[in-house]
């Protein structure tokens, strides 16, 4: 007799799904038809999805769908401060592919610094902060898109909050009622980094520069599969299904190459207040945990993530432990900011790579990128700046619109040059 | 050994006791107080549940990995009501938790990580000496998020507060202005903030921190602080004509 | 002859002691049987010995199938499923219909009379895709569960699937499944400590070299598990007990890394290990669901048909004439089963027996 290891995937799932169990969860098992029932009842508004959407997957098989375009960005204070090209790339894509979209004024941060770092927030503060970013999308008509992991997270626990307490709907409806805003939520909550997935093929599509020979690592945010955790893209195809898709289906879509490590569940160590406040936890963390495990099991040429804490936890944290000798040395960055250098972004106008601390030359090198004529020309652009010829760099400049018009500027090393 | 000196019959032996834990001088009833608060927030009944002491949430922390810190503690100790303990932990341990939220794959449903949260936020509002401790050096990040609505802005990344992030801070530090002109999206031509935030959108910030107390918070850890925020909000919401 | 005949639907070791049970006492059974073949999931599944003493499972069963098969009074329905439900208490007419892939010849629908039915469609296993924690079955294939081990111990080998080698460093994981308010399982499936253990000492006997961990909750040994089973694992094979599940799984070299808190010791732990066992818990099987809709009878929130009248009638379902047994309840073990099969057998006889006989028209 043959050994039946198991069934083939798909015929399991089939089987399971079948089965309509009766359960009793404490995760939210739908969401989107918690919120439409109270809606029903006259407790909130729900903002639809109301134009093309692409169907994905979530953890327990729930369909959860991704708007393709006219949508409202919730940006991350982390990207837009101190990891500006993270932000860029995910509009430059968006725009690459023809998508409209809202970049607001009228948007706050998620304030999760405020609620996980120092505990200086509270439950109805924090629902009343993310309702009042959601009525301003809602406003708009444009639908919200958020960029950071913990925003993201953090809002699908402040979901889970009001849909289970009328006492705190209460509270937050008389203060949006103050505010002349209704209480409002989207019909999902939606992290960029899906709608990069649900549209990866095509990225793919537009893709100009060869990464089949890019060693990728990929680190999942852990705000963004672990809270709610059945409200994340699984894909029976990637993983087997046993692991959020979302970045690991992009880079494979691009064709890259991604391998595995023993400490991929492992948080990246941001913490937080410990990455301003308590470093040498997150400093140890990232280095023993990720980026020696990475390099020692994995050796890639990137690791790419999908949050702003992590790029920064881990392409920040590296200097120091150089300097204790330990094996590091590993370029970080976004997926999008990845997607958009496969799809001929410019490293420094798009991608802004300047900002980063960990050395992306090699990778860059390993792409067929000439960084140093790349350079150069984003150094053209800052003595136009600089010499008032133009207030900021625009979209047309990002795509090097006007780079035949100008004589080439003689390129500037980059200072950590030896 | 005099027959005097025999110790005591303890009938509470599973309870951690004062002269253990450590805070003898803090009277008992503080304690309780404070455990009464963490109870009656409205997230305790979502994040506790029973409690299996498996370990799980152990086996996934990753302070749990560099201190000597344990989330299945927490829960335990709530779960057991041992207010001792539990007052041991909010000087001493919480602050260690990263709030990574990986406990969350306990098979009952806990949540050790929101447990600690709400322990933080009691200990905040009380002034604890582990919250003003753990603050230190905390008010420009506080001051920032709460009255601009962002946080980590441009100008924060200087050489001497990141000496340890690499040489790349001194770069942006050096060039901050011409930098950020040099960002294709609209909104993030800013040196102060991530990216440029509306007046309007700041008026209704302030109006939510006033509503929700979450200004007085931090009363008792900074109070330098809360008068500084108080009065730039309730002047700039003044300007607008909005009553409290 | 249908105010005396007792459907029995499912062919497992419930149904069958049920329908033996039945015609010992002089009813008549017909056990219609979905699959191709008797023994339900411990044939299906290939269960190599019995839970706690390790006797073959195979010659057990087989007696329990010839028991009925020879008897006059059973007659067995293979291939064949319910397609419908007419009537009511006392004189039910179902429509059977061949079962979907099933070679059994059969020329359309049929109908049959009977004045109760038993219902024995019995459990599946957890599906270990679905469980909370992230241990990678769909994507190693060193991480099996224990019906994968049973089919590998009656062949008479243990080995790793990656690469064919006996594995030196072996664990359980117990709970998979159960036990578990995310899945929504919050049960425990009863079987699985006793099971694992059981497994863990045929290891241990087949490869003497290995080193055996079973991680756990808590230790489910009732009554004689613990003597027989329990003290024998640890004491004489030395099979070693470590209180802390197991969350992660994840690949190191060509080994894997199981991640979980030695809670008793107080410290994270991470091993190596050459092959993980999940021991899968027990869920209402497809047939359990979809009969108990077709019948109308009441599920609990679980999905297994709801005994209303526990603990002391553990087989009256909340339809008059229509009776449960075995794992279509909930977890059980081969002596529940048994005990269950015969205890419903009985209420159903004595059902029939004790209504008025119908005066032809």
Known sequence: ?418 | MSVTALPQAKTDAHYKVADVAGYTGVPYQTKVGLFEQVKEDIRFGDYLYGCYECGICVGVCPSAKFYDFSPRRIAQAAAREDVELIYQQMQEDIWECSQCFSCLRCPRGNNPGGLITIMREVAVRNGLASAKEALVGYSRIIYKIMSTGTQVSPDMLRPDAFPDWGPETADVADNLDLWRRALPPETMHTTSTGWSVADRTLIELYLIWFETGALDMIAQVDPGLHSILQELMEDRLEEEGIEL | MSSETVVVIGGGPGGLRAAQSIAEIGGTAVLIEQREFLGGTPVAENYCGLTPRGEPAQPQIRQMIDLVTANPLTEVRLGTEIAGVAGGPGAFTLTLRRAEKAETEMDGDETIECGAIIIATGFGHFDPGRATQMYGYYEFPDVITQPDLEAMLSEGRVFRPSNGQPPEWICFVQCVGSRDRQIGNEYCSKVCCGVASKEAIEIRELLPGSKVLIFYIDMRMYGYWENEIYWPAQEQHHVQYVKGLITEVLPKGDRLLVRGEDTTMGRPMEILMDLVVLSVGMEPSQGTRELAKLLGVKQNKYGFIEAVAKPLDPVSTDREGIFACGAALGPADLEDTVSSASAAAVKAVSYLRSRPVATPK
């Open chain 1, 1 to 418: 007799m043959t050994i039946p290891i198991r069934a083939p995937v798909d015929a399991r799932r089939r089987v399971v799904s079948a089965a309509e169990p009766v359960v009793d969860r404490r995760s939210l098992e739908d969401p989107r038809a918690e919120l439409l029932e109270l809606e029903r009842q006259g407790e909130l508004i729900v903002q639809k999805i109301d134009r093309e959407a692409i169907s994905v997957a979530t953890k327990y098989g729930r369909e959860k769908r991704i708007q393709k375009a006219h949508l409202w960005h919730h940006k991350s204070c982390g990207q837009c401060g101190h990891i500006p090209g993270y932000s860029t790339s995910i509009f430059w894509v968006m725009r690459t592919l023809g998508y409209d979209y809202h970049d607001p004024h009228d948007q706050t941060s998620c304030t999760a610094w405020n609620y996980y770092a120092s505990a200086t927030s509270n439950t109805a503060a924090q629902a009343a902060v993310a309702v009042r970013n959601f009525a301003a999308a809602y406003e708009t008509g444009y639908f919200p898109l958020i960029h950071c992991g913990t925003s993201y997270g953090h809002y699908k626990e402040v979901r889970e909050q009001l849909i289970r307490h009328p006492e705190l709907r209460e509270q937050v409806r008389k203060i949006m009622a103050k505010l002349g805003k209704p209480l409002v939520l989207p019909e999902e909550i939606v992290h960029y980094s899906e709608w990069f997935h649900a549209l990866r093929h095509e990225i793919a599509a537009k893709q100009v520069r060869d990464v089949s020979g890019i060693v990728v690592t990929v680190h999942p945010a852990c705000h963004y599969y672990k809270i709610v955790s059945g409200d994340a893209i699984y894909d029976p195809d990637i993983y087997g299904g046993q692991r959020t898709a979302v970045v690991t289906g992009l880079a494979e879509a691009l064709g890259a190459e991604v391998r595995n490590y023993s400490t991929w569940f492992d948080c990246c160590g941001f913490g937080f207040r410990h990455i301003l406040v308590q470093r040498d936890f997150t400093r140890s963390f990232a280095t023993l945990r990720k980026i020696e495990v990475m390099k020692e099991e994995a050796d890639p040429d990137v690791v790419l993530t999908h949050d702003t804490g992590c790029v920064t936890t881990l392409d920040k944290s590296q200097f120091a432990a150089r300097a204790q000798g330990r094996n590091v040395g590993l370029a970080v960055l976004s997926e999008a900011q990845f997607a958009a250098l496969a799809m001929g972004a410019h490293p420094y106008r798009v991608c802004q790579l300047h900002w980063h601390s960990a050395d992306y030359r090699p990778l860059l090198e390993k792409m067929g990128i000439d960084w140093e004529k790349a350079w150069a020309e984003f150094q053209g652009d800052l003595r136009r700046l600089e010499s008032g010829e133009k207030p900021y760099l625009d979209w047309e400049d990002a795509n090097g619109a006007h780079d035949n018009e100008r004589p080439q500027v003689a390129p500037a090393r980059h200072e950590d040059d030896d």
